[in-house]
C-alpha cells in the first residue's frame, strides 16, 4: 500500500454535496468508525488520526477486495483527508470530506481526486452515491442529495 497523496491537480475527480438529517458530531463519528459498515462491506478498520490507517474489506463467496489507505488530515466533527487505494490496483487517489452543520442535519461535502483512470472515477462516483445512502440508513434516516 503507498501512503504518497494523490496528486493535488488530476483532473479527475469526483464531487458531491449530501443533506444528512443528523447533527454534525454523529455523521463524523459514523464515518470513521469501523462499527459502521456499509454493504458491501462486510468489515472496517479505521484508526482516524493522521498517519492512521483505513481498511474497508469486501468478502463473499464469490469476491473479496479491499481498500486501504492513511489518513493524511483530521479535525474531529469537521474534516477527514485520507488516501485511497483499491484492492492494490496501483491507483492512490484521494479522499476529502468535510461535515459543517446545516439546518436540519449537516451537509457533507466530499471531493475524491487523483484517478489515473475514467472507469474507476465512473464507478467510484456511483460507489459514493450508495455507500451515503446506507451511511444514512445506518444513521436512521433518508437521503436528500443537493
Known amino acids: 500500500m503507498s501512503l504518497k497523496p494523490a496528486p493535488p491537480h488530476s483532473e479527475m475527480r469526483i464531487q458531491k454535496r449530501f443533506h444528512i438529517p443528523f447533527p454534525p458530531d454523529d455523521v463524523y463519528a459514523a464515518w ?9 462491506a462486510t468489515a472496517m478498520d479505521i484508526n482516524p488520526v493522521v498517519g ?5 474489506i469486501m468478502k463473499s463467496p464469490e469476491f473479496e477486495a479491499r481498500s486501504e489507505g492513511r489518513f493524511i488530515a483530521v479535525t474531529p466533527g469537521q ?6 487505494e483499491w484492492n492494490g490496483d496501483g491507483e492512490v487517489s484521494e479522499i476529502d470530506v468535510r461535515f459543517r452543520p446545516a439546518t436540519g442535519g449537516t451537509t457533507v461535502e466530499l471531493e475524491h481526486s487523483g484517478f489515473t483512470r ?3 472515477a465512473k464507478m467510484h462516483d ?6 451515503v445512502a446506507g451511511l444514512v440508513h445506518y444513521l436512521g434516516g433518508e437521503i436528500q442529495e443537493q
Open 32 to 40: 470513521v468508525s469501523s462499527d459502521t459498515v456499509i454493504p458491501p
Open 52 to 56: 492512521g490507517h483505513y481498511i474497508l
Open 79 to 84: 474534516h477527514v483527508r485520507y488516501t485511497w
Open 118 to 120: 475514467a472507469e474507476s
Open 126 to 131: 456511483s460507489g459514493w452515491d450508495s455507500y
